[in-house]
């Protein structure tokens, strides 16, 4: 099936420091969705991206829809202990079925004190 | 204000059991969705359904059946659970297929 790759698979930062991780495919995407997911809970989207080029920020979360559409960022900027968690890339194929949102393996955060 | 409800959050099985997770959304949502998240694989979709009366295979749907009972409730059912169904299985739902889901917090099933 189709493949979201998604880099890194963990990171351990400083807090303070900004975190950057990204989600490649093959494939042409119409929407790329960033979700976090903290230990015993589901995931909780953070931002939406619709059109190629988009650059969102939510507080110190930003995202980036890459102009190929085939690719998006997260950075997180000026780590706090609560980031920690997984972190999920999700994207809709372009053509693809209603119900297939795939997603990327995950990125799990932890924030060294 | 609830979101998306699941029941139970926890489930131990025996082998060649059979049960049913429940799943509800009380945001008028036409589409929903169970997945499974094993370690390493990340969110696999099992089924879906993309509006009342309708359902749909996802990656990983052997073993498996779902019901949409109303436009609030979707079911996944294991008919004979096996040990390879472990796993912890969330319910989503999204007005439509592009909108980002919202998740339920999971139930987490053991299969022995």
């Known amino acids: 099936g189709q493949q979201l790759n998604q880099s890194p698979q963990s990171m351990f930062i400083q807090e303070g420091e900004d975190v950057s991780m990204n989600c490649t495919s093959s494939?042409?995407?119409?929407?790329w969705l960033w979700y976090k997911q903290d230990p015993g809970e589901g995931p909780v989207l953070l931002i939406a991206?619709?059109?190629?080029?988009e650059l969102t920020s939510n507080g110190r979360l930003t995202a980036q829809f890459g102009i190929t559409r085939k690719d998006s960022f997260l950075n997180i900027s000026a780590s706090i202990p609560s980031d920690v968690g997984i972190y999920f890339c999700?994207?809709?194929?372009?053509?693809?079925?209603?119900?297939?949102?795939?997603f990327g393996k995950g990125t799990k955060l932890s924030v060294k004190p | 204000n609830a979101g998306v409800t699941q029941t139970p959050k926890f489930q131990v099985l025996k082998t060649g059991q059979s049960m049913t997770l429940q799943c509800a959304q009380d945001?008028?949502?036409?589409?929903m969705y169970w997945y499974r998240q094993d370690p390493g694989m990340g969110l696999r979709l099992i089924y879906y359904?993309?509006?009342?009366?309708?359902?749909d295979k996802g990656e990983v749907p052997n073993g498996y059946n779902v019901s949409r009972l109303n436009k609030r409730e979707f079911s996944l059912r294991l008919e004979s659970a096996a040990p390879s169904q472990t796993s912890v299985y969330f319910c989503?739902?999204?007005?439509?297929?592009?909108?980002?889901?919202?998740f339920g917090s999971g139930t987490r099933l053991t299969v022995v």
């Open positions: 989503a739902s999204s007005l439509s297929g592009g909108n980002g889901y919202t």
């Open positions: 494939s042409i995407f119409n929407t």
């Open positions: 991206l619709y059109k190629a080029g």
């Open positions: 999700a994207g809709q194929l372009y053509g693809g079925s209603q119900g297939n949102l795939i």
């Open positions: 945001m008028n949502h036409n589409s």
């Open positions: 359904s993309a509006s009342e009366g309708t359902t």
